[in-house]
């Protein structure tokens, strides 16, 4: 019996590792109202999740390594920058990861705030992290199927607030009037970063290639599958609460359960809660399994401890797992709260070396094998990335005043990322004979 992942478990983890659901479009909607955020759900995909959905594609066929983009980066563009892309991924983890144990403390306050009161919170929010660390120590193929499970349980309750939107519609008449009603506080330049944040990792799923059944057929039909559910899946709550009239500004993080409160109940309201737990452990559960294959990957390249790449039967990067989830585990109790811009800068500048080794690989490598090939040459390979370099450079411009630590966050994820070369240069000193044996470029 197969250990690895198959089509369906690969697009629920998938699916995580982006979306996690609606949950998150409060702030879109909040920030633009309904016609505008609908807009933006409507056009983002095309212009960002497709071309990265596509990107991704190609390259997770024709690479279908351990490590994913690390790998991709570094064939194309050499052993440096395939490092600093690790780094940027792992960087950008640290203020990222944090964030869904935390939503999992969030939305049970909510249903039990006796149960996160006082210090409360923090030992759950360690609890998400153990828990999703034994559920990750079981293997790819564990985590996948573990996936479709919490998918399914996850959007239930929306496909009844969907249905109790659109019985509204049919009792009471579509409210036509709330796609274009003004918001309090418009700001669409920020409604725009939330939108691409909602919209963004779909390159997380390619560093476990070697956990997936078929790489080569299953990658590219993933992610596009992938696409297609997280847009529905946003639109159709969004469009479904506007219809039945509940007013924009209402919405902030949490809104959804009192949308689903007045369309049909407490009960409902108490399902779409539960949800936003299921939300927060199934993001951070998918995203470990992602993240934890990085430093395996540079650790068969003799850039980290060779312990690193030690494995359980059931080819889990244990160490990796198990180390990663104390850096996250440390980094509950931080202070700052989840800038978009942080997660931008990083993930944006990783992005781009991807679209760019996409570009570089097929002027270099032309006869090398692609069953899944975007149609076009080298300057389609190069113009796909045009869209979503637009898009990162106009959501970097639109948190140009954001501050963190007392600095521009701009300015702080640039520190941040020109750490990379620092610690590149440390790893390459440290280098022993029998680790760079293991590695294949100089």
């Known amino acids: 019996m197969t250990r690895k992942m198959r089509l369906l478990p690969l697009i629920g983890a998938t699916y995580f590792m982006v979306a996690g659901g609606p949950y998150g479009l409060e702030d879109i909607i909040g920030k633009a109202g309904y016609g505008r955020a609908l807009i933006l759900l409507l056009v983002i995909p095309f212009v960002w999740s497709l071309p990265t959905s596509l990107m991704v594609g190609e390259l997770a066929s024709s690479i279908p390594e351990e490590g994913g983009y690390y790998i991709w980066v570094r064939r194309a563009l050499g ?147 992938a696409a297609v559910l997280v847009a529905f899946t946003y639109v159709l709550p969004l469009a479904a609460v506007a219809l039945a009239g509940i007013p924009a500004g209402q919405f902030s993080t949490g809104a959804w359960a009192d949308a689903a409160r007045q369309l049909g109940g407490p009960g409902l309201a108490f399902a779409v809660v539960l949800g936003g737990t299921i939300s927060g452990a199934g993001m951070f559960n998918a995203l470990m399994m992602s993240y934890t294959r990085i430093p395996y990957a540079l650790a068969k390249e003799g850039l980290l401890p060779r312990a690193f790449t030690r494995v359980t039967p059931t080819g889990v990067p244990w160490l990796s797992v198990l180390l990663c989830a104390i850096a ?18 990083l993930y944006g500048a990783a992005l781009l070396l991807e679209f760019i080794s996409l570009a570089v690989l097929r002027h270099r490598a032309p006869e090398m094998p692609r069953p899944f090939r975007i149609p076009g040459g080298t300057l389609v390979a190069a113009a796909i990335g045009i869209c979503p370099a637009a898009l990162i450079a106009f959501a970097l411009y639109a948190a140009r005043d954001e501050k963190v630590a007392g600095i521009p966050a701009l300015a702080f994820a640039g520190i941040v990322a020109i750490t990379g070369p620092v610690i590149y240069l440390l790893a390459r000193q440290f280098r022993t004979p029998a680790q760079s044996a293991s590695g294949s470029e100089q």
């Not at 919170?121 to 828990?131: K, Q």
């Not at 996250?328 to 800068?345: P, Q, Y």
Request: glycine content about 6%; some cysteine.
């Open 79 to 225: 052993p440096f920058w395939g490092f600093q892309e690790a780094w940027l991924s792992l960087a950008a983890s640290i203020f990222d990861m944090a964030i869904y144990p935390v939503t999992f403390v969030l939305y049970l306050s909510r249903i039990a705030p006796a149960l996160t009161a006082g210090n409360r919170g923090t030992l759950w929010a360690l609890a998400v992290v153990l828990g999703c660390c034994l559920w990750n120590l079981r293997g790819a193929k564990a985590v996948g199927n573990g996936s479709l499970w919490l998918f399914a349980a996850l959007l239930s309750p929306f496909v009844v607030l969907i249905a109790a939107g659109l019985f509204r519609v049919f009792t009471h008449g579509p409210a036509w009037s709330t796609f274009s009603a003004p918001v309090d506080t418009p700001d669409l330049a920020g409604a725009v970063s939330v939108c691409l944040w909602n919209y963004m990792g779909w390159d997380n799923a390619s560093t476990v290639a070697q956990e997936v059944e078929d790489p080569q057929r299953t990658y590219p039909r993933a992610m596009l599958s």
């Open 328 to 345: 996250w585990a440390l980094a509950l109790r931080l202070t700052f709260e989840r800038l978009i811009s942080i997660d931008l800068v």
